[in-house]
């Protein structure tokens, strides 16, 4: 089945500063493509959505990359301040079988320094 | 964002009782997804269901869980007898169009089993 590695596992960037998150997948039948944040206590808020036609997304100060070639997804978080700490999931989807579940990456806890 | 709702936010057994949660889906939304997160970890696919029906679950479901969806409104997910191992937060989502749009989560039920 497929498989999602996310790297890295912790990452710690002072205010302002970029973070870049990556995942890889295995499947080249995956299409869809997902990245959430979680805070403390909550659940998945969906911070953006790509589908496989797309290369390049950016939002709200957020820039998603997708390489099928590598098979590969990053997210990357310009000038990030200290309310964008919390722990980020990559997730990818395909049809398989009969549905669209999602498989997750491990997560990123992503710490931002005053 | 969507909204989908979960209760109770927080749950606690003894080892051997019945547990129950529920979900409160999207409206208009047919797809309901179930997973299962353990210490902030990537989220584990359980149960699928699509217009009420449940359409794909894993083996630990068919064996220890009870999960229905008896209107479009309102789905539950029950575990029999609950093991400390189920301790966990679970995570509902829902979907349109068979899963294959976004998955919106809700806050999840967070069990605790003594």
């Known amino acids: 089945g497929e498989q999602v590695e996310q790297r890295p596992p912790h990452l710690s960037v002072p205010e302002g500063d970029s973070a870049v998150i990556i995942c890889t997948y295995t499947?080249?039948?995956?299409?869809?493509f997902y990245w959430y944040k979680q805070e403390p206590g909550a659940g998945l808020q969906l911070l953006m959505s790509?589908?496989?036609?797309?290369d390049r997304k950016e939002e709200q100060g957020l820039t998603v990359l997708l390489n099928k070639k590598d098979k590969q997804l990053s997210l990357n978080l310009t000038a990030a301040h200290p309310g964008d700490s919390a722990v980020y999931f990559c997730?990818?989807?395909?049809?398989?079988?009969?549905?669209?579940?999602?498989?997750f990456g491990k997560g990123t806890l992503l710490t931002v320094t005053p | 964002d969507a909204a989908v709702t979960q209760k109770p936010r927080y749950l606690i057994k003894m080892k051997g009782q019945e547990a129950e949660m529920k979900c409160i889906p999207e409206?208009?939304?047919?797809?309901v997804f179930w997973y299962q997160q353990k210490q902030s970890k990537e989220l584990k696919f359980l149960i699928y269901?699509?217009?009420?029906?449940?359409?794909?679950q894993i083996d630990m479901v068919k064996e220890r869980f009870s999960a229905v969806c008896p209107s479009s409104s309102l789905c539950s997910l029950g575990i029999r007898t609950c093991e400390a191992e189920d301790s966990a937060l679970y995570l509902c989502?829902?979907?349109?169009?068979?899963?294959?749009?976004?998955?919106?989560f809700g806050p999840g039920t967070r069990l605790l089993v003594l």
């Open positions: 997730a990818v989807s395909a049809f398989w079988g009969s549905n669209y579940k999602l498989t």
């Open positions: 499947d080249s039948a995956t299409a869809y």
């Open positions: 790509v589908f496989s036609n797309v």
């Open positions: 409206k208009g939304h047919t797809a």
């Open positions: 269901f699509q217009n009420q029906q449940p359409l794909d």
């Open positions: 989502s829902s979907s349109r169009d068979w899963g294959k749009d976004t998955q919106y």
